[in-house]
């Protein structure tokens, strides 16, 4: 992915339906949304808000070799990638507001 990202400028992506695998290699993850950090958009493959404390701490933590909620997609325990704030506000509003027209801004922090 990273290839095709550095061939495409354009190119943007998005993190639905692969937090298991993020989590199972952390160290390649964390470097790599780090360096797409403009690129990367926060994404869900359903909306169940249930979920959504699992993504916040891969993302979030440094929280070590915890389960993944389902047992169909990940045999392995999963880690936390510790990504930077700043990388964080990107991924989950940031890069949207800025690519996608229309978005109301009020609706996010600053």
Known sequence: LGRLMDEMPNMHTEIGAVL?????????????????QDRVLFGK??????E???????LETADEYFPYYRKRHAFWRLYGLDLPDEVLKKIYYRNALRIIPGLDKSLFPE
């Open 20 to 36: 298991h695998e993020l989590g199972r290699q952390p160290r390649f993850a964390r470097e790599f949304l780090i360096r797409y």
């Open 45 to 50: 493959d359903s909306w169940a808000p249930e």
């Open 52 to 58: 959504y404390p699992y993504y916040f701490r891969t």
